[in-house]
């Protein structure tokens, strides 16, 4: 997601020996027809333009990325890091330069759209950090054709419907496919909520990502590429525990299928890695290997110091954070978790 130096010289390397290689052909095929007298001036311009329309193509992504990442993230989208991201207030200095410059570098790229909802910037900045966690033990991670995310109101139908009294409205996140390839659709109340208890094990903007990574192999199969060379004792942990069904201590939701089990785990891992390194190492151990994250000892000491940490806890009775104005009780603790 970021360009360091390394990969900078690299693609410059590469850049030059396509233009080269470029201007050569170009060169070649007009000297082999002939055009007359100006034949070799005309042969010389067109490998010129030809070897920098390669170049600057081949440099046009890194390029951009480098301004992005060098670009200072801003005083008040860094506070929102700090005050509502433990994740981001476990990291070292160095680590949080990086976390920045992988934040300003997606949200440079994917467009984030409120649809009947604005977008503000706590909003902007924690679906960049949904998209930045998972993939933080992975700097060159790229989330490839994911243009656009969509942010709604609240939860929605299989249909995308938010309003409307017959509506299933239950599903929270959802990957688009089909004419939706490439978006994402979040609840905003959701994902706001998902940050606002960093304990509770349930992160909808992170378990949408997730299902980003599972894909990244071509298909939505619950083994992501990295559990490839493990996929014998992966599957057979996740064919166990879904045919017990009798954790208590994990959303169901989890249970449906392959495909959310290693989603709803991997919010797990993120927000609860002491419980879950308790209570399934396994499954721990799994996913500590593929994200390349010991969350346990990353969490230990910042879930302790955060003053964010006791202040986000939101009591049965207090008013629910989504803004329905009911109880926190009766409203979204009372849901059942349905997600996509």
């Not at 688009?176 to 909808?204: E, T, W, Y």
């Not at 208590?248 to 002491?274: C, G, M, N, Q, W």
């Not at 499954?283 to 390349?292: C, D, E, H, K």
């Amino acid at each position: 997601m970021i360009v360091t130096p390394q990969r900078d010289r690299a693609n410059l390397r590469a850049a030059i020996g396509i233009a080269g290689i470029a201007a050569l052909v170009v060169f070649a095929v007009l000297w082999r027809v002939g055009l007359g007298e100006t034949g070799p001036w005309i042969a010389g311009f067109a490998s010129a333009v030809a070897a920098s329309g390669a170049f600057y193509q081949v440099r046009r992504s890194t390029r951009r990325r480098l301004r992005l990442q060098q670009r200072p993230l801003s005083p008040e989208r860094t506070a929102i890091l700090e005050r509502r991201v433990v994740y981001y207030a476990a990291l070292d200095e160095a680590e949080r330069e990086r976390f920045r410059k992988m934040v300003q570098v997606f949200l440079g790229e994917v467009r984030i759209t409120g649809i009947r909802t604005d977008v503000d910037e706590v909003t902007r900045m924690l679906v960049a950090a949904s998209a930045v966690v998972p993939v933080f033990g992975f700097p060159h991670w790229e989330y490839e054709r994911l243009g656009e995310v969509l942010i709604y109101p609240g939860s929605f139908s299989q249909d995308y419907e938010t309003e409307g009294a017959h509506a299933d409205r239950s599903i929270l996140g959802m990957v688009g496919a089909a004419h939706l390839r490439g978006v994402m659709i979040l609840s905003k109340p959701d994902l706001l909520r998902g940050f606002d208890d960093p304990n509770d094990k349930r992160n909808v903007g992170i378990h949408e990502f997730v299902h980003l990574v599972d894909a990244a192999d071509g298909s939505f199969d619950g083994v992501p590429p990295g559990l490839r060379a493990a996929i014998a004792p992966w599957r057979e942990e996740v064919r166990s525990m879904l045919a017990e069904n009798a954790s208590d201590d994990i959303d169901p939701y989890a249970f449906t299928k392959e495909v959310e089990f290693f989603a709803v785990l991997s919010e797990y891992f993120f927000e609860a890695p002491d419980v879950l390194a308790r209570k399934h190492p396994d499954v721990y151990a799994s996913l500590q290997s593929l994200f390349r994250q010991d969350m346990r000892s990353r969490l230990a000491k910042a879930k302790r110091g955060w003053k964010g940490w006791r202040r986000r806890k939101v009591g049965r009775n207090a008013p629910c954070p989504c803004g329905s104005g009911e109880k926190y009780k009766k409203c979204c603790l009372a849901k059942s978790r349905a997600r996509s």
